[in-house]
């Protein structure tokens, strides 16, 4: 069983190179699964107000995965095999044993109901993909996407006024990954590639992770069968155009630039150091 894990920060492209995952044939994109459970018991809300249900639909447009035809069939598979209904799992369980036989089993399941041997998990957390990196029956192989802080700081600027707490999390998140990944085998991508040229950076990204690439990935990946939880709204994109949003340049003043350049030098140096080691590693190559 092989997880391609998503990691960096929100607000840094994650979302859009999920979709182009997830368009391949021999893939299963299922987004930020870690709220699986989240989205499983939201029917069981006795007062529909008290939840954002926007924020629970599933990526088809179902109004929720029990709507969903892919995340039932998932849940039928789970009971099948597992005698657990995906209300149940616990896939963040704090218990190692529960943890890897939730995970381990979910994985399966949709791998099964899609006929694929790839599932991609996009949760992005540090702590998530540490536990998942020492399950002994999956494969794991994290896929880190950055993107330039002042792109990321303006994004979350925009939605959240915050300019520089989103750079002290660049660094943070980017010290741990470093920490995490730079003596392992692991994918690393820019947003700012994977947007201005996608085919070639997905060339390259499908063959470090051993497997053909196909054109659907960049020409047509938003009428792809997608079923992601959580993520932003890329994920229902209709069209399949890819366009770079590099709206720091007219939003922030010189003044900004200059501070999150300054507060963010530890995390792009880590990154840069960690992806001068990974970049061109194949993925046979380097694991042989
Ligand atoms: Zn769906």
């Not at 950076?201 to 009428?223: C, H, T, Y």
């Not at 229902?236 to 003043?253: F, V």
Request: glycine share 6%; with cysteine; proline share 3%.
């Amino acid at each position: 069983m092989k997880v391609i894990y998503v990691t960096g920060l929100g607000r840094s492209g994650t979302t859009l190179l999920d979709v182009l995952l997830n368009a391949h044939s021999g893939m299963a994109g299922v987004g930020e699964v870690h709220k699986l459970r989240g989205f499983a018991r939201l029917q069981r809300c006795k007062n529909p107000q008290s939840i954002d249900r926007i924020g629970n639909s599933c990526a088809c447009g179902a109004e929720d995965i029990w709507q969903c035809p892919f995340w039932t069939r998932v849940n039928a598979e789970l009971e099948e095999r597992y005698g657990r209904r995906l209300d149940d799992l616990d896939l963040e369980a704090r218990n190692r044993a529960t943890f890897r036989r939730d995970n381990y089993e979910l994985f399966a399941a949709v791998a099964a109901v899609k006929g694929v041997d790839y599932v991609v998990d996009s949760s992005k957390r540090v702590s998530r993909l540490r536990r998942l990196l020492k399950h002994p029956d999956l494969e794991v192989i994290p896929v880190h996407v950055m993107r330039n802080p002042k792109g990321r700081a303006n994004s979350v600027r925009r939605r959240k006024g915050q300019i520089f707490r989103p750079t002290f999390q660049y660094s943070y998140r980017s010290l741990r990954l470093f920490a995490l990944l730079f003596k392992r085998l692991h994918i690393v991508v820019r947003y700012e590639n994977l947007a201005s040229a996608p085919e070639e950076e997905m060339r390259r990204i499908m063959k470090q992770i051993g497997l053909e690439f196909e054109p659907a990935q960049v020409n047509d990946w938003a009428s792809q069968d997608n079923h992601n939880l959580a993520g932003n709204g890329v994920r229902a994109a209709k069209s399949s155009e890819i366009a770079l949003r590099e709206t720091w340049r007219e939003d922030l003043s010189l003044a900004q630039r200059a501070g999150i350049d300054l507060l963010s030098i530890p995390g792009r140096t880590l990154n840069w150091l960690k992806e001068l080691r990974w970049r061109w590693a194949g993925h046979e190559a380097a694991s042989s």
